[in-house]
């Protein structure tokens, strides 16, 4: 009989060692590696990427901007397709700043005093371009007028690496005015250019449309 206690025959002879397989451990130690970037973008990375996203508020096409103290005191412009707003450089009271791709859109209120004359206009508005964008030049002014019969003045800014036009419309009464400044680089890329001539194109002063 055999003995019960006794190991059995398979288990006879030298124990042998499972072999690893090729590249378990390395595949072993990539995997470690993605699971710790998740939890580093889960719980560093996505509050950065948060506010990223937050620090730009994209507007849908057609959207109405009102840019302006009061309706009698305001214009409103209209933003096409693919243009984002900057919130903390944003206020309806006083101006707007629009990104689209790398073409950036001011939109500013300009209070007057005693009905300054569209030429000192200009002249502030060519300091304010040599201030924002040291080493750039604005153009003499060429008159312009929206699709709403807004009119205005506009010219070039030229720079060393930068281009793009300076706009201001002058309400009626002359009692404010909004200047609009669209900045690119040299190597903009052209629709996005042309979309800011569209928003222009686009102003209307309310009071006009009593």
Not at 57 to 71: E, Q
């Amino acid at each position: 009989m055999r003995d019960s206690n006794r190991p059995a025959a398979a288990l006879r002879g030298p124990v042998r060692t499972a072999r690893p397989v090729p590249g378990t451990a390395r595949k072993r130690i990539r995997w470690l590696l993605i699971v710790i970037a998740i939890m580093v973008v889960l719980t560093a990375g996505w509050p950065l990427i948060n506010l990223a996203v937050s620090d730009h508020r994209r507007l849908a096409a057609n959207t109405s901007l009102m840019v302006g103290p009061s309706r009698p005191e305001s214009a409103r412009v209209t933003v096409g397709p693919g243009w984002s707003m900057l919130p903390a450089d944003s206020n309806p009271r006083l101006g707007y700043v629009l990104q689209r791709g790398t073409v950036e859109c001011t939109i500013a209120y300009v209070r007057l005093i005693h009905h300054a004359h569209p030429a000192a206009l200009w002249s502030g508005l060519r300091e304010l371009v040599q201030i924002a964008h040291p080493g750039a030049s604005l153009s003499a002014p060429r008159s312009v007028t929206s699709r709403n019969d807004a009119e205005g003045d506009a010219g070039l800014v030229r720079g060393q690496n930068l281009t793009g036009t300076a706009t201001v419309f002058t309400q009626p009464g002359r009692n404010f005015a909004i200047e609009i400044l669209v900045i690119a680089p040299n190597h903009f890329v052209r629709a996005n250019l042309i979309a800011a001539q569209r928003i222009i194109a686009s102003l209307i002063f309310l009071s006009a449309t009593r």
